[in-house]
């Protein structure tokens, strides 16, 4: 019988907010110059008074009322006492026994991750140990940055799931524009408790810290399940214990051993208010919650009738997806046929999916800095439609769009490439083709089929791509028989 791995995750996000949670210095996560970002509040002077960051409340009752949690009527803040280096005050504001939420879930993979809470802290700073130095610095700019942190129940059972909870959270939180969430800057951060067990009754529980990439919470996991299974497995105990993850070896490796739980002793932090939610003031920041990740995903299954894929690369690109949407609007009197409107739907879709990925080569999508208007864009959709231009004429129009920002019926006509459609004409063309090049003509009458594919390559250049490809092959074969 295999190892069941039971893991719950904490994951603590920066909000994204102009100033500290509790001084009105600059929250700027960018900010290179050591202590630059300080006063006495978050430097934590005796004798000065926190004053609560509204907003800060806000995102966080906002974030937890996405994640379908029941949000406190009454709620305070406490402090966590503890000492390091980088916390002067000597504790964290902090919540304990009464979280802004709690009891709420996220759907992974059709699955429901439960979460515990979701609270509201300050950051501490941040120590930098220079390379070959004997000593360490203290940097505070990050000391009283408004933190969320959220706590999830042990629902997950792989690394995958792991990863992807954290990266649809990420996705949601940037959704509510309450966190950037970029893990390699250290706005989102992941702690993984995992252990595994035969029977019903949890193994000894391992904390895995410190992981700043999706790929890696989701090897660090698999790997911990392979290393606890294979102890267990020699007959050997689970070590309770805090690991880190290295990443060039690609394993878990002990950093301390877990004493006996901290005692933080916790208490009501006396220079702050309790926080009274009234119902009102609940309802109006839900009503400022955006389409989210989840309901998106449906909506646009539904309405352009996107495959899987498709829909997914729109969902984690807002600023492609929010283009697309006007794209797609631009053509809602013309298409007014459902049929017609998910075909042009889908015709956008894959242009900007395939095409224009591949003219950004590898550069995010941004709105501002695409040269296309959706208007434009639109145009150009309806030419490929109703067979103005083929499809070989179309990736040059786009190239042209795209390097240019000139609209696209200008450039179809200035370089004449409209598609033919006299075909008299073609006829006369392929009449020609068939003169100049007897060989391959001949080859086809003796069953060489890609003499045919040459001379049909011949007529789209003598039209510079203008032919319909269709009927380039009807009349060659009409006229080599
Ligand atoms: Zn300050």
């Not at 009105?24 to 290179?32: G, H, I, L, R, V």
């Not at 505070?140 to 649809?168: C, H, W, Y």
């Not at 075909?343 to 879709?349: G, Q």
Request: hydrophobic share 35%; net charge negative; proline share 5%.
């Amino acid at each position: 019988m295999a190892y069941k791995p039971t893991i719950g995750l904490e994951i603590h996000a920066e909000l994204k907010i102009n100033s500290k949670m509790f001084c009105s210095c600059k929250n700027d996560p960018n900010e290179k110059r050591p202590n630059f970002n300080i006063c006495p509040i978050c430097a934590g002077h005796p004798g000065t008074l926190p004053v609560a960051n509204e907003e800060a409340i806000k995102r966080v009752i906002k974030t937890g009322l996405a994640l379908n949690c029941k949000i406190a009527e009454d709620s305070k803040f406490d402090r966590k006492n503890y000492f390091y280096p980088d916390l002067p005050k000597g504790y964290q504001i902090s919540q304990y026994d009464q979280p802004l939420c709690s009891g709420g879930y996220l759907e992974v993979d059709g699955k429901k991750i439960r979460i515990t809470r979701i609270h509201l802290e300050e950051d501490t700073g941040s120590l930098v140990h220079p390379d070959g130095a004997d000593y360490s610095l203290v940097n505070l700019n990050r000391a009283g940055v408004p933190l969320m942190e959220l706590v999830t129940e042990p629902d997950i059972t792989s690394g995958k799931q792991a990863r992807e909870f954290a990266q649809e959270l990420q996705m949601i939180l940037k959704y509510l524009g309450v966190s950037d969430a970029d893990m390699e800057k250290g706005l989102m951060r992941v702690e993984v408790n995992i252990s595994v067990s035969k029977t019903s009754k949890l193994g000894t529980k391992v904390e895995i810290k410190n992981l700043n990439s999706f790929r890696v919470v989701e090897k660090s996991v698999d790997f911990e399940i392979k290393r606890q299974t294979e102890l267990l497995d020699a007959g050997e105990k689970i070590v309770q214990e805090t690991r880190g993850w290295h990443d060039k070896k690609e394993i878990t490796f002990s950093q301390r051993e877990k004493e006996e739980a901290h005692d933080y002793r916790y208490f009501p932090e006396p220079d702050l208010p309790p926080l009274h939610f009234e119902k009102e003031y609940i309802e109006k920041i839900k009503s400022e919650i955006p389409e989210l990740p989840g309901q998106k995903r449906e909506r646009f299954a539904k309405e352009y009738g996107l495959d899987e894929s498709s829909v997914e690369i729109f969902v984690t690109n807002k600023d492609l997806s929010e283009y697309y949407e006007k794209v797609v609007s631009e053509f809602e009197e013309w298409t007014p046929e459902d049929d017609n409107h998910k075909k042009a739907s889908k015709l956008v879709a894959n242009y900007l999916i395939s095409d224009i990925k591949g003219l950004l080569a590898g550069k995010e999508f941004v709105e501002k800095e695409f040269k296309i208007t959706p208007e434009n864009f639109a145009e150009f959709i309806k030419m490929i439609y109703k067979n103005e231009i083929s499809s070989k004429v179309a990736k040059m129009v786009l190239t042209d769009m795209f390097n240019t920002g000139v609209d696209p019926s200008t450039i179809v006509d200035e370089n004449n490439l409209r598609q033919m459609t006299d075909d008299s004409e073609l006829e006369k063309i392929i009449k020609e083709v068939i003169s100049k090049n007897k060989k391959p003509a001949e080859d086809y009458k003796f069953g060489k089929q890609n003499a045919l594919q040459f001379l049909a390559g011949q007529v789209m250049a003598q039209t510079r791509g203008t032919a319909n490809p269709v009927k380039v092959s009807e009349l060659l074969n009409k006229l080599l028989n």
